[in-house]
């Protein structure tokens, strides 16, 4: 997983503006999603290719939701990958 700092998302911000492009992903420069279902399906692609910051957040949809086990389950495969934020929610 890889995380982009938040000079680089505000630098990316201060580019779209300026060139009056419309809004992307910082890290992968595809367009922001336009429904909560593109969204999830955006998220599951992530969670799916293993990548632990995506489940942490996943797991933390899931809370809120209500869906414990998923929660759970999720938040558990990201402290198995080693995931800083997977032990944190763990503890």
């Known amino acids: 997983s890889k995380v982009i700092c938040n000079g680089c998302v505000y630098s990316?911000?201060?580019?779209?503006?300026?060139e009056k492009l419309e809004s992307t992903c910082p890290f992968c420069?595809?367009?922001d999603p336009k429904s909560e279902d593109e969204e999830e399906k955006n998220m599951m692609k992530r969670?799916?290719?293993?990548?632990?910051?995506?489940?942490?957040?996943?797991?933390?949809?899931r809370f809120e939701a209500g869906d414990y086990d998923s929660t759970f389950k999720y938040v558990n495969k990201a402290a198995e990958f080693g995931?800083?934020?997977g032990h944190y929610e763990l503890s």
């Open 12 to 18: 990316n911000d201060v580019r779209i503006v300026q």
């Open 29 to 31: 420069r595809q367009l």
């Open 47 to 61: 969670v799916n290719s293993n990548d632990p910051a995506a489940m942490v957040q996943m797991s933390l949809r």
């Open 83 to 85: 995931d800083a934020g």
